[in-house]
Nanobody
Framework: QVQLVESGGGLVQAGSSLRLSCAAS????????MGWFRQAPGKEREFVAV????????YYSDSVKGRFTISRDNVKNTVNLQMNSLKPDDTAVYYC????????????????????WGQGTQVTVSS
């Protein structure tokens, strides 16, 4: 089992920055990729960003590319999401997720491709 705990959410104004963190514990050696998803009220949970085990390869959704940066610290077992130039449309509950399998052919962008989830942290961006 892998436990994930997110932190860093809050209420900010449009144009501001926020940094989310996800602390992983348990059988972290089984985790191959780590990702961030978000879910706005009344909407489906959507992919935001993913990073591989080494931390050298990343992939982003078009909606956040150029504004968000995902990174990981394998010593501390944490994954971070630096969010800049925030917009009201970024308002959502943000979830950290871990996958124990990765084909290497296609980045996992569907929520069913992840095995473990955190409880989520609320991000609210006011206009």
């Amino acid at each position: 089992q892998v436990q994930l705990v997110e932190s860093g959410g809050g209420l900010v104004q449009a144009g501001s920055s926020l940094r989310l963190s996800c602390a992983a514990s348990g059988r972290t050696g089984s985790v191959v990729v780590m990702g961030w998803f978000r879910q706005a009220p009344g909407k489906e949970r959507e992919f935001v960003a993913v990073i591989n085990r080494s931390g050298y390869s990343t992939y982003y959704s078009d909606s956040v590319k150029g504004r968000f940066t995902i990174s990981r610290d394998n010593v501390k077992n944490t994954v971070n999401l630096q969010m800049n130039s925030l917009k009201p449309d970024d308002t959502a509950v943000y979830y950290c997720a871990a996958s124990t399998s990765f084909s290497g052919v296609r980045w996992p962008v569907m929520k069913d491709e992840y095995d473990y989830w955190g409880q989520g942290t609320q991000v609210t961006v006011s206009s």
